[in-house]
Structure formats: structure tokens, C-alpha cells
T-cell receptor, first 110, second 114 residues
Framework: NAGVTQTPKFQVLKTGQSMTLQCAQDMNHNSMYWYRQDPGMGLRLIYYSASEGTTDKGEVPNGYNVSRLNKREFSLRLESAAPSQTSVYFC?????????FGPGTRLTVT | QKEVEQDPGPLSVPEGAIVSLNCTYSNSAFQYFMWYRQYSRKGPELLMYTYSSGNKEDGRFTAQVDKSSKYISLFIRDSQPSDSATYLCAMSAGGGTSYGKLTFGQGTILTVHP
């Protein structure tokens, strides 16, 4: 039981490049989330998926798109990366009250 | 003003001390309150979860929620060097699909020195 897994662990992009962050969970949770963490800002919700087939915007969705591929997988796409998207990205999943987080993807955009 | 305010510290205490970590919030709709621990370069790990007002104890950790004051606390007794981490408070209004839509504090950096 791996919990929530994320790939890649690290990534460096140039401004304007695109990439997809992958997330998978093996806990059979219905809900999945993408957060970003910046110094002094805590974690902020980017997008979430309450159940398979649904997605919705969180607090900071601009510049991102998501896909809930199936119940296990929830991906985050940056179409045209900007330096302001340099951050640590965490995927999480939950069934009831408290989400469980993955190990994170550290992204730098130069 | 942020919805959730948390003193970022850093907080440095000797081993064995009692640690008090606190958050205040402004949204009266919050009903579910969580504390996460995050070690350097790791994901947040759930420590405590509390619904509405009251206390909850788990080993050396006690979480308190005072909804009337919009104030939550985490107490760590007999603190250990292994407790050195960033502690994040988080909360949600809950209900339906909202449980995991958390609003976080900025996190408090705690160091427990031997």
C-alpha cells in the first residue's frame, strides 16, 4: 500500500514549456486534490476532483489544467510554464474528512 | 487579512518542554480542524483531526478547538528532537465534497534541541 505517489520528484522547466505532473492513489478514495506550497504562504488549493469524472477550481487555478483519468489518477498540466509557477506541488486524496498527501514534486521554472 | 493565521516562528525549545502551537481563523463556517507535521522536503503528514469544538488527545499530542474564539491549538508534551518539523494547521467547512478543500496556515517551524 503506497498511499499517494507523485512523479516526477523534481523538474526544471524553461519559461513557456509544458509538462504534466502525475498523481496516483491506491486507497480507493473518491476525492483528489492538487495543492502548491510556497514559502510563507502555506499550501493553497489549485484544483480538486470530488469524484471520478468531475473537476473544479480551487483558490489558485490560473495557468493550470487537470484531468481525472480514473478513480486512481489525477494529473496536473502546466501548458505554458511561468517563473511564478516555481513551487512544490502536492497531490492529496481523501474519502471522508482528512486528506492524505503525497511526497511532492519540486518544480523550478527559469 | 488571511483566513487562517499561524505564527511562523521559528520556535526553539529544549527536549522535554511542552510546546504550544496556535492558529486563529476568521471563517465561522470552518468545522473540521487538522494539524499536519511536515519534515523537510517531505509531504504533510496528518497528526490530529478534530470536529467542531473540544479537545482530542493522542499520546503526547493534544488538539484543542475553541470555535467561539476562532482559535485552535496543538500541545506537544515531553517534546523530542524527532518532533522538529514544520507544523501546519488546516481547516475546512466540510460537507458534501468539501472535506479535503483545506485552508492552511503558514506553518510554524519547530526545533527541539537535546
Amino acid at each position: 500500500n503506497a498511499g499517494v505517489t507523485q512523479t516526477p520528484k523534481f523538474q526544471v522547466l524553461k519559461t513557456g514549456q509544458s509538462m504534466t505532473l502525475q498523481c496516483a492513489q491506491d486507497m480507493n478514495h473518491n476525492s483528489m486534490y492538487w495543492y502548491r506550497q510556497d514559502p510563507g504562504m502555506g499550501l493553497r488549493l489549485i484544483y480538486y476532483s470530488a469524484s471520478e469524472g468531475t473537476t473544479d477550481k480551487g483558490e489558485v487555478p490560473n495557468g493550470y489544467n487537470v484531468s481525472r483519468l480514473n478513480k486512481r489518477e489525477f494529473s496536473l498540466r502546466l501548458e505554458s510554464a511561468a517563473p511564478s509557477q516555481t513551487s512544490v506541488y502536492f497531490c492529496a486524496s481523501s474519502e471522508a474528512y482528512e486528506p492524505y498527501f503525497g511526497p511532492g514534486t519540486r518544480l523550478t521554472v527559469t | 487579512q488571511k483566513e487562517v493565521e499561524q505564527d511562523p516562528g521559528p520556535l526553539s525549545v529544549p527536549e522535554g518542554a511542552i510546546v504550544s502551537l496556535n492558529c486563529t481563523y476568521s471563517n465561522s463556517a470552518f468545522q473540521y480542524f487538522m494539524w499536519y507535521r511536515q519534515y523537510s522536503r517531505k509531504g504533510p503528514e496528518l497528526l490530529m483531526y478534530t470536529y467542531s469544538s473540544g479537545n482530542k488527545e493522542d499520546g503526547r499530542f493534544t488538539a484543542q478547538v475553541d470555535k467561539s474564539s476562532k482559535y485552535i491549538s496543538l500541545f506537544i508534551r515531553d517534546s523530542q528532537p524527532s518532533d522538529s518539523a514544520t507544523y501546519l494547521c488546516a481547516m475546512s467547512a466540510g460537507g458534501g465534497t468539501s472535506y479535503g478543500k483545506l485552508t492552511f496556515g503558514q506553518g510554524t517551524i519547530l526545533t527541539v534541541h537535546p
